[in-house]
């Protein structure tokens, strides 16, 4: 039995696979809660925009803000993409892995003068500059280290995403991107600055998008302003179309990201802009469909009105639901034999909005194991170590095989680092 949208997860019999493998065994052998991804998923998710964009000068740079393990991040590095990165940290991911660093894109609207540093001695493709203030730093950072720096400014359109107010970024009220209308003076400013190599122009509109509108619509914006700049005397090398493009969580239908990817480039084209450089930033589109959080159910109980499922994962390690009241899917590992009951989905951390899922129809006893889907995305990389629990492991799966990719951390991982006073 197929999963809609999840096309490397689903039943074989009674049983829950990841591609060949069943997760109550992986739950067995690497304990609860574990992150599980599908490699073949990743891969499978990356080729839809591959294929889109064969035959033209393009860069795939993943977000790996998303899911920035480093078996995920060489598994994409491998496959040809970039990165978009959005601090030091991500771009020491980038190297550990195996990434090569003239294929970052260097996102954020809060670059240190180390970072800028660090990035420059390290060879990073080009800074996506999100404010005048940043380019003068930039320039003098570069300056100083005698290296130019490429950009490109990110520009916001001012169109409206249509999806969860904290990840629209595309709005003119938002904190992110030079506005629409300061965007010429700003390159101009680029050009005349010292250090700084003006490659091209970038966008970003938000994430969890599930329509192509809104994109179309950036996009006509991006390219007037491309237009505008050119006439001024600055060529603009590359258009980054940012990432945003949604998934499946529940039934979403976002368009398919060739698709997508397709009808931009025929917009692209009908304008004239075909001979430039591509560059996307997906991120949950590659992974998050990919992935799951398994959890083991602990105890069942009824609280007045309400029945709970009190599962061993938490919001610690799977923050969407508390944060955004994002609903994810949640499935049983084993089908049983037994109707099914409606329960709120909740974990062991001491808060209310510690849950899950609320109101899901499930037919599980206590030791059963539950999947969490679409956490191959904005799961492991935004778990925290609240209530001192060690972050999740993670594996991950191709066919038959399985590897460990993290280990479980351990109460004394969280506290090195931390340090008792003499008196
Ligand atoms: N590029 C930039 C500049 C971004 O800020 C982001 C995401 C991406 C690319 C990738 O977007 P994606 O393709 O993954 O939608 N934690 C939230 C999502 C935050 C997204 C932040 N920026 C969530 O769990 O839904």
Redesign the pocket.
Known sequence: MRLPGHPHIAYRGDRLHIDDLALDDLGSRFGTPLYAYSRRAMLDALAGYQRALAGRDHLICY?M??NSNLAVLQTFAQAGCGF?I?SGGEFERVLAAGGDPAKVVF?GVGKTRAEMAQALAAGVGCF?VESESELELLSEVAAAAGRPAGISLRVNPDVDART?PY?S?GLKDNKFGIAHDAALAAYRRAASLPGIEVLGIDC?IG??ITAAEPYLDALDRVLDLVEAVESAGIPLHHLDL????GITYTDEQPPAAEALVGAMLGRIDARGHGHRRILL?????LVGNAGVLLAEVLYLKRGGEKAFCIVDAAMNDLM?PAM?E?WMGIVACRLRDQAPQEMDVVGPVCESGDWLGRARSLAVQPGDRLAVLSAG??GMS?ASNYNTRGRAAEVLVDGDACWLIRDRETPADQFRGEHLVPR
């Open positions: 977000a803000k998303a978009d959005v996102s996506n969860h990840i970024t970003h994430s969890q940012g990432g945003g493009l930033e997906p991120g949950r589109s969407r955004y994002a995305a904005y935004m």
